[in-house]
């Protein structure tokens, strides 16, 4: 079956900048764009094919009309997103909700499971991920009376590092961070806190009922309990398996042959340059290889993010 690249989405956001064109080469809309929208069949921002037997189809389109490329995966939604996030300013504390809430209450929708691989980011950088409070009572008021600094839990980050971000976690992404991030296929998020910032002169919705309603309490630390490998051409590392997604890295150096073999895999190039199956590959390209392809031939020096829905 024939490996099919997709043409991004781009988002502008208030926190956005510039990465997404000065480290890929993207065709960014501004300079305050946040979000690459790379491998998406959400409505909100949805990538068409690029090139090859289905050029200008549209990721969902395929879904629903060649599920043989899908190997069949069930389900009605495409289901996971993967996007590159370029944080030149903070972004609001947000939570996302399960999959439960979210059919209730956000129109059927999925809800948000996500994880993050820290591209590269400023020295002594950290993140947002998790809270303080002790359980619901005193999360409640530490929220009423704006206490974020006790709330939140702050985390330092390196390039390489690697969070898996659960629905009811409490998390931002800060200033200066570029990432790659595997979702599911959603875009709910709740926003708890914006740092009373203006945007067209008026501060951004929040969210408290909602995020109150799925913050867990207390909040527990998810391992994701990587493990590396060394393989002929390449370094295989695992990075997390969870019920919706499982996500690889492999840092290639020479050739290295591999046979995907879970339904489909989502790959993005996020640094150097080679090919697969003689087809040219360099960083900031994102392509799907469809369900039994067979051996797939990677030869050059760079390294991919990889993911299977599980």
């Known amino acids: 079956m024939e490996i099919f690249f997709l043409e991004p989405v781009f988002v502008e956001t208030i926190w956005g900048g510039s990465k997404l064109r000065d480290v890929f080469g993207y065709n960014i809309p501004s300079d305050t764009t946040g979000e690459c929208w790379a491998i998406s069949a959400h409505e909100n921002g949805e990538c068409r094919v690029a090139g090859g037997i289905y050029d200008g189809s549209l990721l969902s389109s395929l879904w629903k009309e060649k599920p043989d490329l899908f190997g069949n995966y069930p389900g009605d939604k495409f289901p996971l997103m993967v996007k590159i996030i370029d944080a030149r300013k903070d972004l609001s504390i947000q939570v996302h909700p399960d999959d439960n809430y979210a059919k209730i209450h956000e129109n059927g929708s999925l ?46 980050i ?30 709910i998020t709740y926003r708890l806190y914006d740092y009373d ?19 867990t309490v207390p909040f527990k630390e998810e391992q994701t309990d990587q493990k590396t490998e060394k393989l002929p051409g390449a370094v295989h590392t695992h990075l997390v398996s969870c019920k919706f997604y499982s996500v690889d890295k492999y840092d290639i150096d020479g050739l290295f042959i591999k ?19 003689g087809i040219s590959l360099e960083a900031g390209q994102h392509f799907i290889i469809p369900a039994k392809s067979g051996e797939c031939r ?9 993911s299977n829905p599980e």
């Not at 910032?197 to 913050?215: D, F, G, T, V, W």
């Open 197 to 215: 910032r203006l945007y067209n002169k008026k501060p951004r919705q929040l969210h408290i009922k909602e995020s109150i309603a799925n913050i």
């Open 158 to 187: 390196k390039k390489g590092d690697f969070f898996q971000i659960e629905p009811g976690c409490i998390h931002a992404i800060k200033e200066g961070t570029l990432i790659l991030e595997t979702q599911q296929n959603s875009d």
């Open 111 to 156: 809800g948000k499971t996500e994880c993050w691989y820290i591209l590269d980011c400023k020295p002594e950088s950290e993140i947002i991920i998790g809270h303080h409070a002790k359980n619901r009572e005193e999360l409640e008021l530490m929220i009423q009376n704006h206490k974020w600094e006790e709330l939140i839990r702050r985390v330092p």
């Open 259 to 277: 046979e995907f073999e879970k339904y489909f895999t989502n790959v993005s190039v996020i640094s150097g340059k080679g090919s697969i199956n």
């Open 298 to 306: 990677f030869e050059g020096n760079m390294s991919l993010i990889c």
